[in-house]
């Protein structure tokens, strides 16, 4: 079957979702009943709308606090990429300051620093949904990929929004958090490696899509479905609560 365009998901969303007027709907659906495409994106569109709900993190494998692949690195230019840097050397002084941080430990550490917004690192989103070290980008997140720490058998990565939300993934036998209120965290495994992630003040259908997206991808089985989800979640998520840390 040939593959949709942007303009045909456009129309499969707003199918779904009610939007279209009258004539709109009426040759939509004779385009349903002739183009099997149209109506399988239809059915994962309609997956869609409970997947925040079907694709959360399962309760077992999530903390009491939880409210619910390669291209090259690019290398920005200027004022921007000296700044990160700073930052990320910050963050690696104090990580390897303290031999056994917890996993909220680094997460916290990470958010007190201050990075360039996402707007002022164009070289960052180039390759926003690959993936740096094993960590994904999460350019369909709108999060960006802006520090990576990695030690004996542990990583972590850091990723800030356009609004200024913070979240952190590590890799590794990082000490799971406590309940904290505010706190949203998920476990998994990839290849006989424990995962976490970890934000704080995140809308809590964004925490559980972005979840769900990170646990697929290191696991290399990323579906479209959840690609789809996440959008979803982004496009309805509120402001992160930047009074939490």
């Known amino acids: 079957m040939k593959p949709l365009s942007d303009q045909d998901w456009e129309w499969v969303n707003a199918?779904?979702?009610?939007?279209?007027?009258?004539?709109?709907?009426?040759?939509?659906?004779?385009?349903?009943?002739?183009?099997?495409?149209?109506?399988?994106?239809?059915?994962?569109?309609?997956?869609?709308?409970?997947?925040l709900s079907v694709l959360r993190p399962e309760p077992g494998r999530a903390s009491n606090s939880a409210n619910i692949n390669?291209?090259?690195?690019?290398?920005?230019?200027?004022?921007?990429?000296?700044?990160?840097?700073?930052?990320?050397?910050?963050?690696?002084?104090?990580?390897?300051?303290?031999?056994?941080?917890?996993?909220?430990?680094?997460?916290?550490?990470?958010a007190a620093q201050e990075y360039q917004p996402t707007a002022q690192q164009p070289a960052l989103r180039r390759a926003a949904n690959s993936s740096v070290d094993g960590f994904p980008r999460l350019g369909d997140a709108n999060l960006s990929l802006v520090a990576i720490n990695a030690g004996k058998g542990k990583a972590s990565a850091h990723y800030i929004g356009v609004n200024g939300c913070r979240l952190t993934v590590l890799r590794g036998a990082y000490a799971q958090p406590q309940e904290t209120a505010g706190v949203q965290a998920y476990q998994w495994m990839a290849e006989n490696?424990?995962?976490?992630?970890?934000?704080?003040?995140?809308?809590?259908?964004?925490?559980?899509a972005t979840?769900?997206?990170?646990?697929?991808?290191?696991q290399n089985r990323l579906q479209e479905v959840t690609i789809l989800a996440l959008h979803k979640a982004v496009q309805s998520a509120s402001n992160c609560r930047l009074d939490v840390s």
Do not use: C
């Open 15 to 51: 199918w779904a979702d009610g939007e279209l007027a009258a004539p709109e709907a009426e040759a939509f659906s004779k385009r349903l009943e002739d183009e099997p495409a149209l109506k399988e994106a239809l059915a994962s569109v309609r997956q869609v709308t409970s997947a």
């Open 70 to 110: 390669s291209h090259p690195w690019f290398r920005a230019a200027g004022a921007a990429v000296i700044a990160t840097a700073a930052a990320v050397a910050v963050v690696a002084v104090l990580i390897l300051s303290n031999p056994a941080p917890t996993a909220l430990e680094v997460h916290r550490t990470y």
């Open 193 to 208: 490696t424990p995962y976490q992630v970890i934000a704080t003040g995140m809308d809590t259908g964004k925490f559980a």
């Open 211 to 218: 979840a769900t997206y990170l646990e697929q991808s290191t």
